[in-house]
């Protein structure tokens, strides 16, 4: 069990909330929705301790601004919301983007990419071969997400692992549905594109 | 020739949107969608897989962050604090008692009585008869004819 906030006081919290978000509320909130802050924010700059430490900053800032929230979205998506800023905001760090590089970060070592992310992957009662298989494209998906700018990724984690509505994502992201869609058309493209040059499979073009 | 499905269309397929741009009875096509959508699970199970950590992990952010709002007093604390620092600096002030003060020593009455023989030697008239002078004065002034303009 993740929480001991239930859903409907969760429910009786928003009910309320045109006086925004009590003190007392927000241990709750933490523990319903740090695991799930901490995914968005691990897929996007997929780094384990910045994205430790941007969960931290992401419920501070939402604690500092929960006079303001009047429920006009779920908690999760108004989290979501400051969680991806705060990523996209990393990301446009030239300083920490510098350094990336130089250590030969995820977006260019295509061997790098995805390497975190799927270490601990198949699970236990599959074949070796299947566990090679999944574990194989896992990382080609991630090494295509890698390539992705990180208002793209965003999208694309959060429509195909959060599995947010369009709408939601939208909401979340500050964004019109349409630019939502084309950010999911890009990534999908790309993906298809970097499937392709793997030999994962072959797009229905080439068939 | 078929057209096969563009990126858009796919996304949107993907996406649960429904579209009319799928070719009918496209099976490359078909096999595609389900290719990518094989895919994408494996990837979300290894995204959620990734994102796993120990329990103890998880308490000690609760407590991270818990600390971190803990530590910084909210507006209206810190406003009380701030009026009620100044509450107490004005009782003490109120409060406090004058310095008492001091009682000027006694004057050497030698020095005292030079001080005194200096001034009355400096005078043009002794104390005693300062107030016929001054008279004087005045019945002087009285009497000088008042001054004439020049022809």
């Known amino acids: 069990m993740e929480s001991t906030l239930t859903p409907a006081k969760l429910l009786a919290a928003q009910a309320n909330a045109s006086a925004g978000i009590a003190r007392e509320d927000f241990d709750g909130i933490v523990r319903a929705h740090q695991r799930r802050i901490y995914r968005v924010l691990l897929g996007i700059v997929r780094d384990p301790d910045t994205a430790d430490t941007l969960t931290q900053e992401c419920f501070l800032r939402a604690y500092r601004s929960r006079h303001s929230f009047r429920g006009e979205s779920s908690v999760a998506t108004w989290l979501v919301r400051i969680a991806v800023r705060l990523a996209i905001d990393h990301g446009r760090n030239r300083r920490n983007r510098f350094w990336r590089q130089l250590f030969g970060g995820a977006t260019t070592d295509e061997s790098a990419a995805g390497s975190t992310a799927v270490e601990e992957l198949p699970d236990a009662g599959a074949s070796p071969e299947r566990q090679l298989a999944a574990r194989e494209q896992a990382d080609a998906v991630w090494a295509a997400v890698d390539q992705l700018s990180p208002q793209q990724r965003a999208a694309f984690l959060l429509r195909f692992v959060e599995e947010m509505k369009l709408e939601e994502i939208a909401r979340a992201m500050a964004l019109e549905v349409g630019t939502v869609k084309a950010h999911l058309s890009r990534a999908v493209g790309a993906l298809r594109k970097r499937l392709k040059e793997r030999g994962i499979y072959a797009p229905a073009s080439d068939r | ?151």
């Open chain 2, 1 to 151: 020739m078929h057209q096969h499905l563009t990126d858009e269309a796919l996304a949107a397929r993907l996406a649960g949107e429904v579209t009319s741009e799928r070719p009918a009875e496209c099976v490359a096509c078909e096999a595609e969608e389900e290719n990518l959508r094989g895919l994408l699970a494996e990837w979300k199970a290894s995204a959620e897989k990734v994102a796993e950590r120990p329990e103890a992990l998880w308490r000690w952010q609760q407590r991270a962050i818990a600390a971190h709002w803990s530590a910084r007093p909210s507006r209206p604390r810190l406003v009380w604090a701030t009026a009620m620092a100044i509450l107490v600096l004005v009782a003490t002030l109120l409060t406090r008692q004058p310095h008492p003060v001091q009682p000027v020593a006694a004057a050497d009455p030698d020095d005292t009585l030079l001080i005194e023989v200096r001034r009355s030697v400096r005078r043009e008239v002794p104390r005693a008869l300062e107030p016929a002078s001054l008279l004087t004065q005045e019945i002087d002034r009285a009497s000088q004819p008042q001054a004439q303009p020049n022809p």
